[in-house]
């Protein structure tokens, strides 16, 4: 098995304990397909760190088109009680995020804080910057690349595997204020 991947579930149990230490108890992860390895990674590390807080973990699953998850994320936000933090484990999951909670009329971050798994260069020019999970893309296509070469190379069967760090990028949407 030779695989290149993120710390999937270290960044978003991360980026979970980042919500709780603003203060939030009522944290809720939007996911996409239930069937992807890296949405059932991210699933775990946000179950583990709202347990690890002794908080029932909110998760819940869409499609990553935008009005399917504009529909979920507005069903979730009408549970009681509500959400006062949104975790969207993928970047496809922040404009429908926006859309639904415009359309409730919840602003962001004051009645709604938003986070994101995946960085964007454009969520910094949002009204409230998306904080988000950062992957490293060019490390991710290095590491790809060099284990290619390793595999053509090696007269091994052996497994491989090169799990990558996230960064967590703090900015408003959560009501900070860097």
């Not at 690890?52 to 998850?69: I, K, N, Q, V």
Request: proline share 6%; glycine share 6%; with cysteine.
């Amino acid at each position: 098995h030779w695989h290149v991947d993120v710390d999937n579930a270290g960044g978003s149990a991360s980026m979970t304990r980042h919500l709780l230490q603003l203060g939030h108890r009522q944290v809720a992860l939007l996911a996409g397909p239930e069937d992807y390895p890296s949405v059932q990674e991210r699933v775990l590390g946000y179950r583990a760190a709202m347990i690890g807080a002794g908080l029932e973990p909110r998760s819940y699953h869409c499609a990553y088109h935008d009005e399917s998850a504009t529909r979920a994320i507005q069903e979730l936000l009408k549970e009681q009680p509500r959400a006062t933090a949104l975790f969207v484990a993928a970047g496809d999951l922040v404009t429908p995020a926006l859309t639904a909670s415009r359309e409730l009329g919840l602003a962001i971050p004051s009645d709604l804080a938003l986070a994101a798994f995946d960085d964007h260069p454009y969520y910094e020019h949002f009204r409230s910057p998306i904080t988000a999970v950062s992957q490293p893309t060019h490390d991710l296509g290095q590491a790809a690349a060099d284990l290619l070469f390793f595999f053509n190379d090696a007269e091994t069967t052996e497994r491989r595997e090169v799990i990558l760090p996230t960064r967590l990028v703090v900015r408003r949407s959560c009501g900070s204020t860097s």
